[in-house]
C-alpha cells in the first residue's frame, strides 16, 4: 500500500522517517538502538548470551533495559540509549555494530481467476490433503481480525506438526481465536512503546487484533479461505479466495496506528518468525533503500533465507520516480504491482456534451437524473488552498448543491469528499496528478464521486473554469470485468534502478495491486475515517502492500508442488515464466506515461503461476552466493558480519564480480564505453533438453554475445554455465536506458530474462 493502511489516495498516512521522537532521562535525549553482536565472541564466563548482552549493557548505562533479545534474524539486542552511549557501547567487545532504530511504513475475488488459479489448472497445485495445507504463510503487518471468514478452517485437517508457532494473548484476543487456518498471531510492541507511550488500549488492542484493516487484507489476500458471496457494498461480487487458500497462516503484528512500523519491532517479529518455522515471510512495509548492512529488512530477510524460507516484499509506491524501489536485497523477491481486468467506473457527463469515464466505489442514493451546476473548489473559497479541499476552506453558499471540482493533494480522497459534503455538495471530480496519470484506483467515497485520469481532469478543469454556467452529472456504473488493455503497470508502483546496487534489476516482477477486494476488520470503516460509521467483511485497496502478498501465496504454491526448491529456485520459476506483453504481442503498458513498460518497472514481467509450476530452467543460488556477493560489493568483514551473523572472509587472490550472482536477470550499469562481463548457471528441473539462446537488444548501442549458444542437457538437475558478453558504446546520453531480453527455449519452455542497460558518467 502506499505509505499508509489505505492507498496513497485515501487515508491517514504512516510518514518515513527516521526517528524524531525521543525520551528524557536524567537530562539526556535517548533514542532505540539495535546493537549486532558476534555470537562467537562471547566470553567463557557467561553461559547465556542474554547475561553477556546485559554485562554489556551495563558497561555504558546502569539504568539501561533490554527491549528485545535476538537470536535467530540477528544475534543481538536492542535498548533505548543516548548517542554518547551508543558510540561507548560501539568500542565494547563483541560489538560488530549499533544502528539506530528507523520507522518503517506500511506500503480477492477477481486475482485467482485473472492468474490463472481457477477450477480449470486446480490440478496443478495440491489442495486440503495435500502438500499446501502445510505451508505456514508468515504476514508482517498491522494484525489480524481472526473473526473474518477468510480465517474459517472448515475442511483443515491438523496443524503441521513443523509448525513451533503460537498465539499472544492481549486486548480482545485470546488464543483460542486461532484455529487451524489461522495457526499463529503474535504482536510486538516494545519498540513502538518506548517512542509513543503505552499502547492506548482504547482506541488500538495490544494485541495481534487489526483495528486498521490493512493486515488482514493482506493475509487474506495471500492465503485467504474460499469465501462465497464476498463484495464491498456490492462491487466486486463473487467468491474471495487468497491465492494460497488451502496455506495456513501466521500473523506478526508489528505495525501500530499512530506509531508505525519501528525496526526493533520488525526485527523481533523476523526472529521469531524464523523460530516458528514459518515457510514465507510476506512483508508489505519498506523504508528508503540504505546499504544493506543497515537495513533490517535485509538483514533479517538473509537470516530467513538461510533456513529456506521465501521472503515476499513491496517495491514500494513511490513511482514513477526513477531510483524510488525499496528492499532491494538480492535475497529478497521485490515486487511491484499492476491492474486486474477489472474496473469500477463511474461515468461523467459535461454540459457540452463530453463524457469521460472515472472510477468509483461510492454506494448510496444516486445523484439526480439532470445536470448540476459545476464549481471549481479554488473558486468557492477564499482560502489559497481552497482548490485542495482541505476542510472549512469551502464556502457553503458557493457549493451547496452543486458537483465540486477538488485537485488532489494533501488530504486524502476520501477526505475531500468529506469536505465537499459537509460544506453542501452533491458530488464530487477528483483529477489525477501528473505522478498518477490515467491510473484509476478505486475509492469508496462518502458521496457520488468519481477520480478521473489526468487527460481528462485537463479537459474537465479547462471547461469549469472557462465556460459561464457548468454543468456536469456523475453516474456510477457498478463493476466491469475482462477489461483490456490488462494488466497494466500501476503508476504508483516504485521503479529502478536499483540504488544500492544499480547491476541488480530491481522490482523482480509485478503482480495483481490495484482495486484488490480483501479481507477487512470489524471496526474500522472501508475508509478509515472515523465519521465513516460504515463497516464491511471485506474492502477494496490499492498499492504494492497488495502485489506482495499475491507472491508470498504463489511462492507458497510452488513450494507445495517442489518443497525441495530453495527461495532462489522459486524467485526464479517466477521471474523467468513472467510476461511481458498481452496476447496481442504488444508490451505491457504503464499507465503513468500510457507508453510501453519497461524492465525498470515490471523486472520480469507479470507472474504467470501456471507456467512457474514447470520453468525448464532456475537459477539458483546459496548462502555463499550472496556473501561472495557482497564481497564483490567491497563489504568490510565487519559488514558481512552485520548481514549475515558470520565471520566471512573474502579471498584476496579472488576477483569478485557483482555480475557473477546467478540472478535471473541482467542490469548493467554503464560508466565508460567497453565490454561487461556476466556469468550465469542454469539448472535443469524438466528433464533432458537442448535449450538455444535468442537475444534481443532494442539499440546498436548494446550488442550482446552469449556463449555457448546452445546448452545440452542429459538429466534432470544438471547444471550448465554460460557468460554474456554486454559490448556497450557511449552514443547514448548519460541518463539514458535501453532494454532487451535473453531467452532460452528447448521448444516446450521458454525461460526469459530481461535486459536493463543504463548510462551514467
Same mark, same amino acid.
Given at each position: 500500500m502506499s505509505s499508509s493502511f489505505l492507498s496513497s489516495t485515501t487515508s491517514f498516512s504512516i510518514v518515513?522517517?527516521?526517528?524524531?521522537?525521543?525520551?528524557?532521562?536524567?537530562?539526556?535525549?535517548?533514542?532505540?538502538?539495535?546493537?549486532?553482536?558476534?555470537?562467537?565472541? +562471547?566470553?567463557?564466563?557467561?553461559?547465556?548470551?542474554?547475561?553477556w548482552y546485559e554485562s554489556s549493557l551495563r558497561s555504558v548505562s546502569e539504568s539501561a533495559e533490554l527491549l528485545y533479545t535476538y537470536n535467530s534474524a540477528i544475534h543481538g539486542f536492542s535498548t533505548r540509549l543516548t548517542p554518547e552511549e551508543a558510540d561507548s557501547l560501539m568500542t565494547h567487545p563483541g560489538v560488530i555494530s549499533v544502528l539506530p532504530e528507523k520507522r518503517y511504513e506500511l506500503d480477492t475475488t477477481r486475482t485467482p481467476h485473472f492468474l490463472g488459479l481457477d477450477v480449470?489448472?486446480?490440478?496443478?497445485?495440491? &489442495?486440503?490433503?495435500?502438500?499446501?495445507?502445510?505451508?505456514?504463510?508468515?504476514?508482517?503487518?498491522?494484525?489480524?481480525? !481472526?473473526?473474518?471468514?477468510?480465517?474459517?478452517d472448515e475442511g483443515y485437517g491438523p496443524i503441521p506438526p513443523t509448525w513451533k508457532g503460537g498465539c499472544d494473548t492481549g486486548t480482545n484476543f485470546t488464543a483460542s481465536l486461532c484455529n487451524r487456518k /489461522?495457526?499463529?498471531?503474535?504482536?510486538?510492541?516494545?519498540?513502538?512503546?518506548?517512542?509513543?507511550?503505552?499502547?492506548?488500549?482504547s482506541i488500538e488492542s495490544r494485541s495481534p487484533r487489526d483495528d486498521t484493516g490493512h493486515g488482514t487484507h493482506t493475509s487474506s489476500t495471500a492465503a485467504g479461505s474460499v469465501v462465497e458471496g464476498a463484495s464491498l457494498l456490492g462491487f466486486a461480487n463473487?467468491?474471495?479466495?487468497?491465492?494460497?487458500? $488451502?496455506?495456513?497462516?501466521?500473523?506478526?503484528?508489528?505495525?501500530?496506528?499512530?506509531?508505525?512500523?519501528?525496526?526493533?519491532?520488525?526485527?523481533?517479529?523476523?526472529?521469531?518468525?524464523?523460530?516458528?518455522?514459518?515457510?514465507?515471510?510476506s512483508i508489505s512495509i519498506s523504508e528508503i533503500a540504505v546499504d544493506y548492512y543497515g537495513d533490517i529488512m535485509a538483514i533479517g530477510a538473509f537470516a530467513a533465507m538461510e533456513r529456506g524460507i521465501f521472503v515476499?516484499?513491496?517495491?514500494?509506491?513511490?513511482?514513477?520516480?526513477?531510483?524510488?524501489?525499496?528492499?532491494?536485497?538480492?535475497?529478497?523477491?521485490?515486487?511491484?504491482?499492476?491492474?486486474?481486468?477489472?474496473?469500477?467506473?463511474?461515468?461523467?457527463?459535461?454540459?457540452? #456534451?463530453?463524457?469521460?469515464t472515472g472510477a468509483s466505489l461510492f454506494k448510496g442514493d444516486a445523484l439526480p437524473p439532470k445536470l448540476l451546476s459545476f464549481v471549481y473548489a479554488g473558486n468557492a473559497s477564499n482560502n489559497d488552498t481552497g482548490n485542495l479541499c482541505y476542510p472549512e476552506t469551502l464556502i457553503p453558499e458557493k457549493v451547496k448543491g452543486k458537483i465540486v471540482m477538488c485537485e488532489d493533494g494533501g488530504n486524502s480522497r476520501v477526505h475531500k469528499g468529506e469536505v465537499v459534503k459537509a460544506a453542501g455538495g452533491l458530488g464530487m471530480i477528483l483529477p489525477n496528478t501528473a505522478d498518477d496519470g490515467e491510473e484509476l484506483q478505486?475509492?469508496?467515497?462518502? /458521496? !457520488?464521486?468519481?477520480?478521473?485520469?489526468?487527460?481528462?481532469?485537463?479537459?474537465?478543469? =479547462?471547461?469549469?473554469? *472557462?465556460d459561464p454556467n457548468p454543468t456536469a452529472r456523475i453516474v456510477i456504473q457498478g463493476t466491469v470485468v475482462n477489461v483490456q488493455p490488462s494488466p497494466v503497470l500501476a503508476a504508483f508502483s516504485s521503479r529502478g534502478p536499483n540504488p544500492v546496487t544499480p547491476n541488480i534489476l530491481k522490482p523482480d516482477l509485478i503482480a495483481p495491486g490495484v482495486n484488490i477486494l480483501a479481507? $477487512? %476488520?470489524?471496526?474500522?470503516?472501508?475508509?478509515? /475515517?472515523?465519521?465513516?460509521?460504515?463497516?464491511?467483511?471485506?474492502?477494496?485497496?490499492?498499492?504494492?502492500?497488495?502485489?506482495?502478498?499475491?507472491?508470498? #501465496?504463489? *511462492?507458497?504454491?510452488?513450494?507445495?508442488?517442489? !518443497?525441495? $526448491?530453495?527461495?532462489?529456485?522459486?524467485?526464479?520459476?517466477? +521471474?523467468?515464466?513472467?510476461?511481458?506483453?498481452?496476447?496481442?504481442?504488444?508490451?505491457?503498458?504503464?499507465?503513468?506515461?500510457?507508453?510501453?513498460?519497461?524492465?525498470?518497472?515490471?523486472?520480469?514481467?507479470?507472474?504467470?503461476? %501456471?507456467?512457474?509450476? =514447470?520453468?525448464?530452467?532456475?537459477?539458483?543460488?546459496?548462502?555463499?552466493?550472496?556473501?561472495?556477493?557482497?564481497?564483490? +560489493?567491497?563489504?568490510?568483514?565487519?559488514?558481512? &558480519?552485520?548481514?549475515?551473523?558470520?565471520?566471512?572472509?573474502?579471498? !584476496?587472490?579472488?576477483?569478485y564480480s557483482v555480475a557473477d550472482l546467478n540472478y535471473p536477470s541482467f542490469a548493467v550499469y554503464v560508466d565508460v564505453a567497453g565490454e561487461y562481463k556476466y556469468t550465469r548457471t542454469v539448472t535443469s528441473v524438466g528433464g533432458a533438453g537442448t535449450y538455444s539462446v535468442k537475444v534481443t537488444s532494442e539499440t546498436r548501442a548494446v550488442k550482446i554475445l552469449v556463449e555457448p549458444a546452445v546448452l545440452n542437457f542429459k538429466e534432470v538437475n544438471e547444471k550448465k554455465s554460460y557468460a554474456v558478453t554486454f559490448t556497450v558504446d557511449l552514443s547514448k546520453p548519460s541518463?539514458?536506458?535501453?532494454?532487451?531480453?535473453? &531467452? $532460452?527455449?528447448?521448444?516446450?519452455h521458454v525461460v526469459s530474462s530481461p535486459v536493463a542497460v543504463s548510462w551514467n558518467y
Open positions: 518515513l522517517l527516521y526517528l524524531g521522537a525521543c525520551h528524557i532521562s536524567d537530562g539526556a535525549q535517548q533514542s532505540t538502538y539495535i546493537v549486532h553482536m558476534a555470537k562467537s565472541q +562471547m566470553p567463557s564466563s557467561f553461559d547465556q548470551h542474554s547475561l480449470h489448472n486446480a490440478g496443478l497445485f495440491p &489442495e486440503t490433503t495435500g502438500a499446501s495445507s502445510d505451508i505456514v504463510v508468515g504476514v508482517f503487518d498491522s494484525g489480524v481480525w !481472526p473473526e473474518s471468514k477468510s480465517f474459517a /489461522l495457526v499463529g498471531a503474535r504482536f510486538f510492541a516494545r519498540g513502538y512503546e518506548e517512542i509513543n507511550g503505552p499502547v492506548d488500549e463473487g467468491t474471495a479466495r487468497g491465492v494460497a487458500s $488451502w496455506a495456513r497462516v501466521a500473523i506478526y503484528k508489528v505495525c501500530w496506528r499512530y506509531g508505525g512500523c519501528l525496526s526493533s519491532d520488525i526485527l523481533a517479529g523476523m526472529d521469531k518468525a524464523i523460530e516458528d518455522n514459518v515457510n514465507v515471510m515476499s516484499c513491496s517495491a514500494g509506491n513511490r513511482g514513477p520516480s526513477s531510483y524510488s524501489v525499496r528492499n532491494v536485497a538480492p535475497w529478497i523477491t521485490t515486487v511491484g504491482a499492476g491492474t486486474i481486468d477489472r474496473d469500477f467506473p463511474a461515468l461523467v457527463i459535461l454540459g457540452n #456534451g463530453q463524457n469521460y478505486a475509492v469508496a467515497y462518502l /458521496l !457520488p464521486a468519481a477520480t478521473v485520469g489526468q487527460k481528462a481532469g485537463d479537459v474537465i478543469r =479547462n471547461y469549469v473554469l *472557462a479481507g $477487512w %476488520t470489524g471496526v474500522a470503516s472501508p475508509t478509515g /475515517l472515523d465519521s465513516d460509521t460504515r463497516r464491511v467483511e471485506f474492502n477494496i485497496l490499492s498499492g504494492t502492500s497488495l502485489s506482495c502478498p499475491h507472491v508470498s #501465496g504463489l *511462492a507458497a504454491l510452488l513450494k507445495s508442488v517442489h !518443497p525441495q $526448491w530453495s527461495p532462489a529456485a522459486i524467485r526464479s520459476a517466477l +521471474m523467468t515464466t513472467a510476461y511481458k506483453s498481452y496476447k496481442d504481442g504488444k508490451q505491457i503498458i504503464d499507465i503513468a506515461t500510457v507508453t510501453p513498460s519497461t524492465p525498470l518497472g515490471h523486472g520480469a514481467g507479470h507472474v504467470s503461476p %501456471t507456467t512457474a509450476t =514447470n520453468p525448464g530452467l532456475i537459477y539458483d543460488l546459496t548462502a555463499v552466493d550472496y556473501l561472495d556477493f557482497l564481497c564483490a +560489493m567491497d563489504y568490510t568483514a565487519s559488514d558481512i &558480519e552485520i548481514v549475515s551473523r558470520r565471520n566471512y572472509t573474502c579471498d !584476496p587472490s579472488k576477483t541518463g539514458s536506458n535501453s532494454f532487451g531480453s535473453i &531467452e $532460452w527455449s528447448d521448444g516446450k
